[in-house]
Each structure stands twice: as structure tokens, then as C-alpha cells.
């Protein structure tokens, strides 16, 4: 199924037809993650092998938990949209989607952590998920994490001067 979608706030329902992996309960764990660890754990279990590859390393449901947190932490007023889903054969599922919130606390970034700039933040991910038995094994994940940064005057692209030395 592909097509794609408007922002949803944290809590609305948004409906993506007859799938066969449910996006949108992905993305509903990732912004709105039970207080409660064991209870958040089970969340991910429910949804995530233990461990799941990320990126090729593994990475226990604990430290997905872990993760959801720091994100929760960062972004204040989380609404998401899903951009387009592929589904293909041999388990993959390809999502592409917009995180957007108040940048309100220390960003992870594969830059280094980010102090809170009070912008808002919209990043734009791309997942390629593999599904094994129904949840999710594998991850290959890619961001845009400059041109979030660059939005929100966190990081400042200098331009290059032809000739300069």
C-alpha cells in the first residue's frame, strides 16, 4: 500500500487499509510509550524480536525502550505522518514518515547529542523493516537528521567559496 498521509497528533487514529504489518502501531509505541518499563517492554515485544538488528548491530528490547524515552524526552506535541509504505516480498516492509514536535530536550543525533533549541523539529525517516513471523527483526534505518538541525538553527551550514583558501 502506498499514498501519502496527513499528520496525525499523538493519540488520533489514522487508518492505512488492509495491511499486513500495523504502522501505525509502530509509530503510536515510538510517541506515546507506556510510563511503565516492563509494560513499555512488552509494547516492543509484542511488535520487535528480541533482540532486533538495527542497522546491522543487534540491540535488546530494553535498550529500544531506552530509546523511545530519549526521543519521548527531546520532542514535545510529537505528531507523525506517514509519507508512503511498501510492502515487498521476503518479510520487507519499507516506511517513510515525518516525526515533528517541539525540540524541548537533548536530541540523539549521530552527531553527537543535540541541547534543546525550543524549534520545532521535523525529521524525516525512511525504515526498511524485515518481519519474521509477524514482527520486526531486522531495521535499516535512515534520517535526516541534518536538515532537522539545520531547520531549527541547531547546526549552521557554511557555504564553500569557490577559490578561497
Known sequence: MS???????DGEA???????FDV?????L??????????????FRELYTD???VNG??????GLVVRARALQAALDRVEREVVDV????GGKVAV??????????TLSTSAGPVPATGEVVELRVIDVLTLTDGRISEIWMVADELGALVGTGAVRVVPVVAGGG
Not at 499514498?3 to 497528533?9: D, F, N, T, Y
Not at 501505525?24 to 503510536?28: E, F, S
Not at 548491530?57 to 530494553?62: G, I, R, Y
Request: hydrophobic share 45%; net charge neutral.
Open 96 to 105: 517513510a514518515f515525518r516525526l515533528r514536535g517541539r525540540h524541548t530536550g
Open 51 to 53: 533482540p532486533v538488528t
Open 3 to 9: 499514498g501519502p498521509r496527513g499528520l496525525v497528533a
Open 86 to 89: 511498501v510492502e515487498g516480498g
Open 14 to 20: 489514522e487508518q492505512h487499509g488492509a495491511m499486513a
Open 24 to 28: 501505525d502501531r509502530l509509530l503510536r
Open 30 to 43: 515510538w510517541t506515546e510509550l507506556p510510563a511503565d518499563d516492563a509494560v513499555a517492554a512488552a509494547a
Open 57 to 62: 548491530a543487534p540491540v535488546a528490547l530494553t
